[in-house]
Structure formats: C-alpha cells, structure tokens
C-alpha cells in the first residue's frame, strides 16, 4: 500500500504583507545581527552605481530586484539588438512580430510593455502616440551602448507613471578624456551589413563622443516561411549620437543627443494565421535628448541636478508605397533632483518633476514630487522610504509609497526585501478615442495600480567571484484598461495577478571556464483565471564562456523559452543556441564570428511570424 503526500502552499495575501513584512524581516534579521558578537565584514561585490535608482545607489544597497548588463557583455554575447540582450533577463518576456524590425514589447514579471518605462541616458521615451503608451525595441541597436539596467517590481515612487512593472535604462557610451577612434564592420546572413565609428577627444575639461551606426539587412520573411510566405521583408537602421561634458566655476554641464532613423519592412492581415505576405513598410524618426547641470554645495553634503529632457517619435505607415497612417509623439520634462548627504549613513533624494506629452493633437501636462530617505547604519545594512505624488490636469493619483530593505547575514549571503505600491495614467489615446456609436470617449478613466513585494536572498563569493540569487515576488495590478466594444471606448475592467520566483547564477569552474544563466517561473493571469498571452511560464537560459589564452574566447548561449498562451492558438516551446568567437588580432584590432541559432531550431515568437534560422556573421572592430 502505498503513501500519499499533500502539500498546500498559501501564498502570502497583499493585505498581510505590505509594510509590516518589509519592516518584520528588517527588524528581525537587524536584532539577530545586533546579538552577534561581532558584525561580519560587508560584501564588497563590484561597485556599479546604478542610475536610475536617482540616488546613485551601488547595486548592494538595493532592495529591489537589479540587473546590469555592461557593454562588455554584449561584445561577449554578439548582440545586435537590445532586444536581444534583453533575452536573458530571469522575469522578463519578449515578444516580436518578425525578425529584422518587427515589433519587439517586453513583459517585466507579467506587466506588459505599457507599464514599463524605457529610459534612455534617464529620460522617457515611451511613445505617447501609441494605445498603451509602450516602448518598441524593435530598431535599438547596442552599438551605442554603455550598460543597460533593469529594474524589476515597481518603480513608480521615484519615476512615476509607466513603471509599474519596472524600469529599463538604457545609457549611452560615455565621453572619455582620451582621444580615441573605434571603427566597426560586420558583414552576415539575409546580406546584412554594419558599420559604424565611434570618437572621443578632449581640450581642458571639456569632453566630446561623437558616434554614427548603420545597419542594413535583406532580412526574412516577417510572416512565417512555412506558410507560404517567401518575400522577403528588409531592414535599415541609421542612429547617431553625440555627448558632451564640461566643467566650469564647479558646475558640471552636460548634452546627450540622439537620433535615429530606420525603415522596416512588414507583412499584412492574414485570416488563417494573422499575418501573410503583403508590401507594407514603417518608417520612423526618434529624437532624444537631456541637458543637465550639476551643482554641489561647498560642503559637499548636498548636490543639486537640473535636468531639461525632451523625446520625439514621428512614425510614417504604407501600403503599397502609399502613406496610410501618422502618428507623433513628444515627451518634454525639466526635472530638479537634490541628493543631500546628512552624514555616512543618512541620505534623503527628492525631487520636482514637470512633464507633458503631447500627440499633434492633444497635450497633457503632469506635475511630481517624490522623495526617497536612505539609512545604512552598518555595513551591509540598509533601509529605505519613498513617497511621490503626482497630479496631472486631467486626474490626481494618491500617494504612492514604496519600502526596501537589505541586510548582510554573513560575509557571503543577503537578503533583501521590498513593498510598493505603483500607478500608471491613462494614455492620451485611451482619454480621447471612441468608436462604435458612442457618442463621447469616457471621463471617468481611472489610473492603473499596483500593489506587490518582493523577498530574495543572494550569495556572493569574494574569493571565488561565484553568484547566486533566488527572489520570490508577488504583484496584483487593479483597473486594468481595455477597450470595451460595448461602451465604444476605454475602461477599467479587469484585475491581473502574477507571482513567481527568479534564479541567476555566476560560476567560476575554473580560470579560463564560467558558466552563468538564469530561470524564471511566472504565474500569471487574470481576475477570471485565465493565463495572460505571450508569458511564458517557464524560462531559462545558460552561457558557458571558455576563455582560450590573453586574446581568445569564445561563448555559447542556449535559450530556452516554455510554451506561451497567444490569441488563436498556443505557442510550441522552443530551444535555440547561439555562439560567439572573439579573437583579438592585436592591440587594435579584433575579430568576432557569430552563428545564431546553430542548431536551425524551426520556432515561433510570436504565432504566425518568422523567427532567423542558423545564421553566420562575421565583424571586425578597430580601435586607434
């Protein structure tokens, strides 16, 4: 006769967690602390400052889920697309119609890409023309790129509306004093081509990079092969950028501008799988661009920063070469951040914010306040409160609180922990269109919100340099907005719920051999209990990187993405490979041979669309 085990796991419920939780476990592991007899060394991993935390935070003092990819790991990596690098994040999910420029949305934790705010060097550019006022990843290159961060559960105390899910940052490679030449070229599949040069160079204390970038493929087929799709959809890309730094009477002056171009072929409406052959292109025009002052007081205790930010899109749609669709959006904002210093341990961050956003037609004009207090009263021991408050002239939120804490257990291991709330305003098309007889759009729109927290625990080796982490979130989003047929316009109808736990790892085996990667498992789904579209709940990826001798390595990434709910059929699993050569020729020269998907994986992202088959590129990067 044999035995039977039940197990029944109750998941904490929001009206249990909240503050008391975050403040129950920071106490606790604080007073354990305070009985032993000696409090252990703090960890000294890596000093990455992450900005968008606004306080300059280093990435150990945070209480929330981080991740930071450098540009060193996206040379190692071989990406072209930030999409791309995005891929092996534990919690995110990223969907696109198509390689080659098709649409690319991510997911953070089941939070769709209208509730993640995408940032650019700190500024906004998450379109205000579109729905759901998301972000398209579809043409952002890496070549530009110095780190991207990523910030997962809500952001909303520090940066308001759209990061509800989290915060992804993406920042611009920085001026340098020494004078310096990069030059790149890369020749693959489908005839791509990329190219693009890079310089710095200085005079005093004023600093200039100067960079433009160009990518142009045949591409594939958006709409899938298989189906009898065979025209081939292209792809062009062309972005520039220009930094500057100066410093003068101790102020501290400087300009990002970005600008970008692409031209992106796409498929049509097709009935039996959504998508078929069809002459369809975009083509697009992005603009960003921050000027910042920095000022420290004599004391050095308090530093004041006066940020101008302002973000374009101009979005041109065809068929048959004929202009069907335009839509323009801009994000203006002048922002005054204060980091004062009370002592070692005692830090406050506040802040004023105007922001308006704009279509050709409509504006709206969004005022904030937000402040962050900070204490650390040992090493390796921290604690956080943040409030904001904003108001724009069409509706008022409340104020949004968020509490994290962190604490060392020993020289190896730390928790962290977090509560928060967040919220996301209505878009300017969900305030203005209405269809299907009604007479009006609805006034009574009310502002998504979020309530959700997040406990994890990290090892981290100083002698061995291996990394582990394990974090176990839970979210509940309410007035969800949709479309509603029946009223003709948007409303509030639906609650979602997600929850799941995220793995990362870094393992040294030995001095030449690593292997690092990552799990998700996501639990998501709605007030009905249906599983939301396009989350998967399984996902997982490794690296293993073989470092040859001084001037070789090379890199293999397998992926691993778990079968997804779409909106006509479900989405097979899929498991694809991909590696990457670097050979450095000499002080100044290297070279890189990638293949993407070695295996030739037949899979789809997206139901109905394309995915690259096994695809080999070669590059050579000059430096001087």
Known sequence: MGLT???????????????????FIYLFILSETLISSE?????????????STKSLSYIYQLGSSVNVISAEEIAKRGFTFVGEALQGVPGLSISQTGAF??????????APSSQTLVLIDGISVNDPSSPGGGYDFSNLLTSNIES???????????????????????????????????????????NSLKYGAGYNFSKNENNFFLSANSYQSKGISKAEKKDGNYEKDGFGSQSYLLKSSHRFLGVDLSTNINYGESDIDYDSYGFLTGVKDGDENTKSRNFNGTLSLKINSSDKKLLNTIIFGSSKINRRYFTNNIQNFLAEGERKSLRYLGN?????YNYLTYGIENEESSTSEVSLNTESFFLLYEVIPFKGSGFSFGLRKDKREDISNEIIPKVTVFMDLSKDWRVKANWGEGFKLPTIFQTTFFCCGASKPNENLLPETSEGYEIGLRYFSKKTINEFGITYFDQKISNLIDFSYALGAYENIKKVYSKGIELDFVFNVKKYLSLSGS??????????????IRIPKNKANINLDFVMNESTEFSISVYYNGKETDPRTDVAKWVRTDLNFLKKLNLNKELYIKVKNIFDEKYQDIYGYGTEGRSLYFGLKLSY
């Open 5 to 23: 085990f039940e197990t029944t796991i109750s998941f904490i419920s929001f009206k249990e967690a909240k503050m008391f939780f975050v403040l």
């Open 39 to 51: 409090i252990e060394e703090s960890l000294e991993i890596e000093e990455i400052i992450v900005k």
């Open 101 to 110: 420029g098709g649409t690319t949305t991510l997911a953070i934790r089941g």
């Open 148 to 190: 991207i961060e990523i910030l997962k559960s809500s952001q909303s105390t520090l940066w308001g509306s759209d990061a509800i899910g989290g915060i992804i940052n993406i920042i611009t490679k920085e001026t340098k004093v020494d004078p310096k030449l990069n030059l790149l070229f890369e020749l693959g599949e489908h």
């Open 340 to 344: 004062y210093k009370f002592n070692s």
């Open 519 to 532: 799990y998700s498992y996501i639990d998501a789904e709605n007030e009905e209990g249906l599983i939301l």
